[in-house]
């Protein structure tokens, strides 16, 4: 179990560590310096390199896509240079 940071202990509220402030929410809601990070430091970096991991996995499939785009429009383009280079032969 995570401990709470001084702020919540103090006031006996329920800390919730929030990955993206980087601040428990109720630090975060107060906005208030939150002293849960250095305690959960490990859990941050094990969360960004999820977060990385996900991105690197969106980016990949938007680059396929872009490609797959690309392939079309290459395509196209050759069809209509067949289509231009059967004009001119006849
Ligand atoms: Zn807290
Ligand atoms: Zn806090």
């Known amino acids: 179990m995570p401990?709470?940071?001084?702020n919540c202990s103090?006031?006996?509220?329920?800390?919730?560590?929030n990955l993206s402030s980087g601040r428990c929410s109720a630090c975060a809601g107060r906005n208030v310096k939150c002293d849960l990070v250095l305690d959960s430091l490990e859990d941050q970096r094990s969360e960004l390199r999820a977060r990385e991991l996900r991105l690197r996995r969106e980016?990949?499939?938007?680059?396929?896509?872009?490609?797959e785009m690309f392939n079309q429009e290459m395509a196209s383009i050759r069809e209509v240079q067949?289509?231009?280079e059967e004009e001119a032969c006849s």
């Open 10 to 17: 103090r006031r006996g509220d329920n800390c919730l560590m």
């Open 59 to 67: 980016l990949a499939k938007v680059d396929s896509k872009e490609k």
């Open 3 to 6: 401990t709470p940071c001084s």
């Open 82 to 84: 067949a289509l231009e």
